[in-house]
């Protein structure tokens, strides 16, 4: 006879064995719902589910906005022009054709006995110089002439030359400058200067 051999019938034993089959069903059950709705965590959760999925939040970058290919120019007049209509010197080296005369050539030729009121008869322009032939109110002529750019303060004696002694001539003006060393003679027309030295070499510039 073996431990489990006893005088109680085979069939009082099926009852409590069911309700135990039963509990454990039940319980195994109740575990398996709990896991389910903690996630699994090991009984961490707090049994309310898993909570909402923050996304980040992407900030669209604004889209680059085309640059306009527009060349950008600097203001650089020779000459500009007043509220009053007069046109007025610049300091600014520029591609502008002036409309009077300087005023250093205004005081220079009132220093010569001129009646003033200069008026801008023909103006040059070249490479290496430009030159202003000036009326005065009784028609008197007078030479003016600068070599550097435009835009650049006259100095005479340095980078400027002023001469009374000038004339009509070939289709221009004929300015003679008379010194201890010789003659030198400045033929001015539309589109050229034509210079005969003291030594007797001529230099020609062509207009800009």
């Keep these: 006879m073996s431990v489990f051999d006893t005088d109680r019938p085979r069939g009082a034993w099926l009852g409590p064995l069911a309700i135990a089959v039963v509990l454990l069903a039940v319980i195994g059950g109740a575990v398996g719902f709990l896991l389910a709705n903690t996630g699994g965590d090991g009984g961490r959760g707090t049994g309310a589910g898993p909570g909402p999925t923050v996304s980040p939040t992407l900030v669209a970058e604004a889209p680059d906005t085309p640059t306009p290919d527009t060349p950008t120019y600097a203001p650089d007049p020779t000459y500009a022009t007043t509220p009053a209509g007069q046109p007025v010197r610049t300091t600014a080296a520029g591609h502008g054709r002036p409309t009077t005369c300087p005023a250093h050539t205004e005081t220079l030729a009132r220093e010569a006995g001129s009646a003033g009121d200069l008026s801008l008869t023909l103006y040059l322009r070249t490479r290496h110089s430009e030159v202003w032939i000036c009326t005065d109110r009784h028609g008197t002529l007078f030479y003016q002439g600068h070599s550097g750019q435009p835009g650049e303060k006259l100095v005479e004696g340095h980078n400027a030359l002023f001469l009374t002694d ?43």
Excluded: F
């Excluded at 400058?177 to 001529?202: Q, S, W």
């Design 166 to 208: 000038v004339s009509a001539a070939g289709g221009g003006y004929l300015a003679t400058n008379h010194t201890g060393r010789g003659t030198t003679r400045y033929l001015v027309t539309a589109d050229k200067l034509v210079i005969e030295h003291e030594g007797g070499g001529t230099e020609t510039q062509a207009a800009i």
